[in-house]
């Protein structure tokens, strides 16, 4: 990591509360000793790809433009939000969202059985990967869906794909309304096919969370212009009710937080605030996007660039990438991540970025983000310029993991977009993370702590 960049960093500010007890729960490595200063600088890759630190090596599994072995077609680009499935003997099973557009150049190919919209590009392919982190396999899990972003797990092992779009049929040339979401079961994706879960809502959908306890589903709205996203859950009819459950239906509710009609004003780590659950009067947005509708008095809870969505610790967290004064927010920050506790119906601004007055780049924020197996986070960076996958120790030092090579490849060299879906192996030995474009998969190796 350059000087100029942590300093940036650090200047900028990262604000955390004094209890990270719930945020950084959970690894299956937890109690392992850390290292202050995280795992040192990154040595630049004389391949001009991924650089790492010391005693760390990368893999390249897969890239865009190559063959499925599958033989179904090339690769489809814009690989983005990604989890990792136990296999047998050790092996795993990788899915991994595109978030093709209708002008995306490689789109999913088009398999019987699991298209939804035969005009949209994007989906989801899986790799088989052998104990040794062999690929043995790679082939399309789903297709005919738009700008498939992020997503989230299921207790019972299957994968929810979220499409980041309100864009209906007739848009764009496509013949299906599209902003569902849809289960994709990693073993057999015929079993799942491509059936769009619309009781969860449509609106453009970026992550989401199931508590493994209730079965209720979290899910965050990436919405770029006001009125700005909404956090959402879902209560299923048939909680916990296994493969192909969440297509019996449910009742969708979105978050309010009484006097704050948007989470951008709140600037202090560790203040809970009562949530609230307002029932969302019209999920297909058959009419009116969600976002837009009346929710009576009192209204509704908004935030600009909700994000990524993950349960640990009893409750569930979810990101606000940034909020801009200038684009319609109550305030600015360069991050935030937020902890909703179930239990006691509260939320907690877990852990704030920034901005110090010039400090960060704008586009520098916090987008993709997992529990690393330490415990602490990993958090993929979404901005301009080089991009970064960054580590944060529960002491709240922000430390450098992954650095893409565009600044130092030279001429000629790939420019690497976002990083993405960053995911850990079952056994925590390994990370997962995409370079978005060009489309490339990486298994990183190393001395996890």
Request: with cysteine.
């Amino acid at each position: 990591m350059s000087v100029s960049r942590r300093s940036l960093l650090a200047a900028g500010g990262v604000s955390f509360t004094g209890a990270l007890g719930a945020l950084f729960a959970g690894g299956p490595r937890a109690a392992a000793a850390r290292r202050a200063g995280g795992y040192g600088p990154l040595l630049p890759d004389p391949h001009g790809l991924l650089d790492l630190p010391a005693g760390f090596a990368y893999r390249v599994l897969s890239r865009a433009g190559g063959p499925l072995r599958s033989g179904e077609g090339p690769v489809p680009g814009n690989c983005d939000g990604m989890a990792a499935f136990a296999g047998p003997a050790g092996a795993v099973r990788l899915v991994r969202n595109h978030e093709n557009g209708p002008a995306a150049a490689l789109r999913v190919p088009a398999v019987p059985g699991l298209v939804y919209d035969p005009a949209a590009r994007g989906g989801c392919t899986v790799l088989g990967l052998a104990a040794d982190g062999r690929v043995t396999a790679e082939r399309v899990a789903l297709a005919g869906t738009a700008v498939n972003c992020a997503g989230g797990r299921t207790p019972w092992d299957t994968w929810l794909s979220c499409e980041e779009t309100e864009d209906r049929a007739g848009t764009s040339g496509y013949r299906e309304d599209h902003g569902w979401v849809f289960e994709v079961d990693p073993v057999d994706p015929l079993r799942s096919g491509a059936v769009p879960l619309k009781a969860m809502g449509r609106f453009a959908h970026e992550a989401l969370a199931v508590d493994p306890a209730t079965g209720i589903v979290y899910e965050t709205e990436d919405a770029f212009v006001e009125p700005f996203g909404l956090f959402y859950r879902f209560l299923p009819a048939r909680p916990l009710g296994g493969p192909g459950s969440l297509r019996a239906g449910g009742t969708l509710q979105a978050l309010r937080v009484r006097g704050v009609p948007d989470l951008s004003a709140v600037d202090e780590p560790g203040i809970e605030l009562p949530a609230e659950w307002v029932p969302v009067p019209d999920p297909a947005a058959s009419g009116t996007p969600i976002r837009f509708q009346d929710f009576g008095p009192g209204g509704i809870t908004h935030a600009q660039k909700l994000e990524g969505c993950y349960w640990g610790g009893g409750g569930v967290h979810f990101v606000s990438s940034f909020a801009r004064s200038a684009e319609g927010s109550a305030a600015d920050h360069h991050g935030q991540v937020w902890f909703h506790d179930p239990r006691r119906a509260v939320i907690r601004l877990e852990v704030l970025f920034g901005p110090a007055a010039g400090a960060v780049l704008p586009g520098d924020s916090p987008d993709n983000i997992c529990l690393a197996p330490d415990g602490g986070l990993m958090v993929c960076e979404d901005g301009g310029g080089a991009q970064y996958v960054f580590g944060v120790t529960r002491g709240g030092e922000v430390y450098p993991v992954a650095r893409n090579a565009d600044d130092i490849g030279g001429p000629g060299a790939p420019e690497w977009g976002e990083f993405a879906g960053v995911t850990f192996s079952p056994d925590g030995r390994t990370m997962y993370v995409n370079a978005y474009t060009p489309g490339t998969t990486f298994a990183v190796t190393g001395p996890w702590h």
